[in-house]
T-cell receptor, first 110, second 116 residues
Framework: AQRVTQPEKLLSVFKGAPVELKCNYS??????LFWYVQYSRQRLQLLLR??SRESIKGFTADLNKGETSFHLKKPFAQEEDSAMYYC????????????FGAGTRLAVHP | GAVVSQHPSRVICKSGTSVKIECRSL??????MFWYRQFPKQSLMLMAT?????????EQGVEKDKFLINHASLTLSTLTVTSAHPEDSSFYIC????????????FGPGTRLTVL
């Protein structure tokens, strides 16, 4: 069965500290993994996807097929990074349905 | 950028009535739209995949007669909650995948439904 696990409901850090939001997935095929972000009172938006291998707003995520993980990292957190972060899995591309994790709220304190 | 709108943004209705929620892709066409439901402080749960010109595909456990989906054009999908009850109160979010040049789903702002 397809499943996405985000073990942390809340991650609280101070400004400038490194951040790692954990995501593990379960899927028998070759999944496509995404990170979506939802800032306060805003809609869900794509942060990054594993196939593009790019860094957005200083965030990176590497797909580790051996550990079935797609953790989101940023070396120095900023207050504006405070938001809800969702890891999502798609069986075959963004046009297919997304399976979301429970989400992790990142709170960056000054 | 690709924008998806939802109308209404919030609705309050009496138990037993039906409510229609619209999802529109404003500047692109989408053959596929998705409907999600989000309970407070919980994740998005996919309800159904809406395909233009064909029947929607519902996820397991979602009543198709309760949640009617119509995807009449390449820019509009509607979700009708029939005979709504308080347990249907939730945040409903749609997303759309562009027909051309799409690489991700674009999400609407959501509709807050409260059934009294």
């Amino acid at each position: 069965a397809q499943r996405v696990t985000q073990p942390e409901k809340l991650l609280s850090v101070f400004k400038g500290a490194p951040v790692e939001l954990k995501c593990n997935y379960s899927y028998s095929g070759s999944p496509e993994l995404f990170w979506y972000v939802q800032y306060s009172r805003q809609r869900l938006q794509l942060l990054l996807r594993h196939i593009s291998r790019e860094s957005i707003k200083g965030f990176t995520a590497d797909l580790n097929k051996g550990e079935t993980s797609f953790h989101l990292k940023k070396p120095f957190a900023q207050e504006e990074d405070s938001a809800m972060y969702y890891c999502a899995l798609s069986a075959s591309g963004g046009y297919n349905k997304l399976i979301f994790g429970a989400g992790t709220r990142l709170a960056v304190h000054p | 950028g690709a924008v998806v709108s939802q109308h209404p943004s919030r609705v309050i209705c009496k138990s037993g009535t039906s409510v229609k929620i619209e999802c529109r892709s404003l500047d692109f066409q989408a053959t596929t739209m998705f409907w999600y439901r989000q309970f407070p402080k919980q994740s998005l749960m996919l309800m159904a995949t809406s395909n233009e010109g064909s029947k929607a595909t519902y996820e397991q456990g979602v009543e198709k007669d309760k949640f009617l989906i119509n995807h009449a054009s390449l820019t509009l999908s509607t979700l009708t909650v029939t005979s709504a009850h308080p347990e249907d109160s939730s945040f409903y979010i749609c997303s759309a995948y562009p027909l051309v040049g799409g690489d991700t789903q674009y999400f609407g702002p959501g509709t807050r439904l409260t059934v009294l």
